[in-house]
């Protein structure tokens, strides 16, 4: 298997696979959604809320928030030695929030948020919780862990997982003046006018919808899209939450470890 990084910054992360097969990627885009694991706010204990919104909507609100996750201090409750409803110092994060509008209307943002772990905060600081009118007063506690998607989709450390066929583009190899249909109806401008000939201006951009092929006059026409069986583009886009890389690490050890799993049940079977 090949792999090639097209792109990658905090957030986005697009590789090219090659020797691959679609249950691999299916498997892998599954897993990066369902069952990597990342932190959100799972509980909340209200201790004033004087604002129009109920309790449990911005509870509601603060477990959407996604929160920088740091995988390798904290562990999921269920596997967490201490074994407590309450959980501890290595499976919970409590952050408080104690907010009053003493002008006038006012926005309270993430950012107002206090985590006793500064590396267990929001993502970004600029996400609206709630208006407070002048008087208003919104004091609560709140409690983080880790979690999967598979049980809510707060927990899920990304916002894309999706992977398609590498497609594959064979352009007229004659000079084609009558018209630039392809190129017009492209949603995606993936072709382009070179000279007088149709050329690929961005081949990761299709997305295989054929309408360049049929929007050609000519019949069969001469533009042809197909796609590679063994290679696909994936794209995986974080929450912030965790570095899409690392989503994707996380991603393949998960399935060996259940591989690992499976291959050791079969062998207690055999042995029956
Ligand atoms: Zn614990």
Redo the contacts with the bound molecule.
Sequence with gaps: MKIEVVEKNDIVLRIIVRDADVPLMNALRRIALAEVPCMAIDEVVMIENSSILQDEIIAHRLGLTPLKTDLDSY?T?EE???Q?EF??S???VTLTLDSEAKEGTRTVYSGELVSENPEIVPVSDKIPIIKLVKGQKLKLEAYARLGRGQTHAKWQPVCVSAYKYYPKITTPTKECPECTKCVDICPKKVLEIKGNKVDVRDLLACNLCMDCVEACPQKPAPLKVEWEKDSFVMNIESTGALPPERVLQEATKILGKQLKEFEEQIKVEKQK
């Design positions: 562990n409750p967490c030695s201490c407590s959980g501890c290595q499976c919970r």
